[in-house]
């Protein structure tokens, strides 16, 4: 019973190599066909989407794309306005075919057309990172003595003291945004309980 089994389990594995190796075939037609079908109804998101799963499909079957796919490809990127991606495989277009190829000329045009466009999105894609990795977080704490501390529960006169910290804030640095605001008793000797607000907030050294 047991070799039964085993030799059912052999057969399973075997027959699922077989499956899947007749999948990629199949999933060869299945893109192409997808992609047929997006470039006919000029859903062209979706045109560059199936393109990038055929090109990893390519490569992982050490299959090298045709003139004609790579330079549909980079007509995609025009359409959806990736020019930086447009650049980059308008490069690659050359690299392979150069003046052989036959979309040469197209291709040309392109890079003399996007090429700058390119290298200003570039620039500023990196110029945002920058940005986003320069955001720093701060506190502000303001005490507000002889002020009844029961204003603590008042939403209306705790928005009004944080927007006040915020704003005291932006006077000199621009940048800074709210991340929390809070107001609490507190205490001191010489005028009792009073309200203390502390604003979390965050600034950008960059853009200051």
């Known amino acids: 019973m047991r070799l039964f089994t085993n030799l059912i389990f052999i057969s399973a594995v075997i027959l699922a190599v077989s499956v899947q190796a007749i999948d990629q075939d ?22 560059v989407v199936e393109m990038d799963k055929f090109k990893k ?49 197209e291709i040309i045009e392109k890079i003399a057309k996007y090429e700058d ?9 990196e110029f945002q ?16 003595t002889g002020v009844n501390t029961s204003n603590i529960y008042n939403d209306s ?7 006040d910290i915020l704003k005291s804030i932006k006077s000199s640095r621009k ?6 605001c809070d107001c609490e008793s507190t205490y001191h000797p010489a005028y009792d309980y009073f309200p203390a607000c502390t604003l979390e907030y965050r600034v950008n050294r960059l853009l200051d």
Request: glycine fraction near 4%; aromatic fraction near 12%; include cysteine.
């Open 26 to 47: 199949v999933q060869v037609d299945i893109l192409i066909k997808k992609i047929q079908f997006a470039s006919k109804e000029h859903r062209y998101k979706d045109l």
């Open 57 to 105: 499909l390519s490569n992982s079957l050490n299959q090298p794309l045709s003139d004609n796919f790579q330079y549909m490809y980079v007509d995609a990127l025009e359409r959806i306005g990736d020019y930086i991606g447009l650049i980059q495989y308008a490069n690659a277009y050359m690299q392979n075919f150069g003046k052989k190829g036959a979309h040469y000329d």
């Open 117 to 125: 466009k390119a290298n200003e999105e570039a620039a500023d894609r």
């Open 129 to 144: 990172l920058r940005v986003a990795s320069s955001w720093i977080n701060e506190k502000k704490r303001e005490t507000y």
């Open 157 to 163: 006169w705790v928005q009004n003291r944080c927007n």
């Open 175 to 180: 940048s800074a945004e709210s991340v929390t």
